[in-house]
């Protein structure tokens, strides 16, 4: 196997590396989507539940239904914390993602590099073949001119 067919293969073999790092965070970033918008509907739902347990408040209550608020208002933030968790998480994720996304590209972009230097050395050694060839028949045409 010739090293240029040995590095075209390292290079497919890069780039699927690298393929499947930017799919791998696509995802990533579609989780943390997901994640974030939940965390935006806990909220919302926390600030609407409180809005109403106020109006509740000023219509009057018993003790056991403000318990009730304050208890369920108590888990709806432990929720929306366990839920800024998560998002905090694969904020963490997503970076380590793109971090492996653009190792992956850098190997990528050595060996795109690696062939490309040994491309023209390759047409530079043809050149210099085709050159001295060139001479070199320059240079009989001229003895054979010069030995009439």
Same mark, same amino acid.
């Given at each position: 196997m010739?090293?240029?067919s040995s590095l075209e293969m390292l290079i %497919?073999? @890069?780039? +699927?590396?690298?393929? @499947? &790092? &930017?799919?791998?965070?696509?995802?990533?970033r579609s &989780?943390?989507?997901?994640?974030?918008?939940?965390l935006e509907m806990l909220s919302d739902y926390r600030n609407d539940y409180l809005r109403r347990?106020? /109006? &509740?408040?000023?219509? +009057?209550?018993?003790?056991a239904s403000i318990q009730n608020y304050q208890r369920f208002l108590s888990s709806l933030d432990h929720a929306i914390e366990h839920q800024r968790q998560q998002v905090n998480q694969h904020? +963490?994720?997503?970076? !380590? +993602?793109m971090t492996n996304w653009q190792q992956q590209q850098k190997r990528v972009n050595s060996y795109d590099v690696l062939i490309s230097r040994?491309? /023209?050395? @390759? %047409?530079? !050694?043809?050149?210099?073949? %085709?050159?001295? /060839?060139?001479?070199?028949y320059a240079s009989r045409a001229t003895s054979a001119l010069g030995g009439f």
């Open positions: 010739s090293n240029h %497919e073999l @890069a780039e +699927g590396d690298r393929d @499947a &790092a &930017a799919k791998l965070l696509g995802q990533l &989780a943390h989507q997901q994640s974030h918008t939940q347990f106020e /109006q &509740a408040m000023q219509r +009057g209550l018993t003790m904020e +963490g994720r997503i970076t !380590r +993602g040994r491309r /023209q050395e @390759a %047409e530079h !050694r043809m050149n210099k073949l %085709e050159q001295r /060839q060139s001479d070199e």
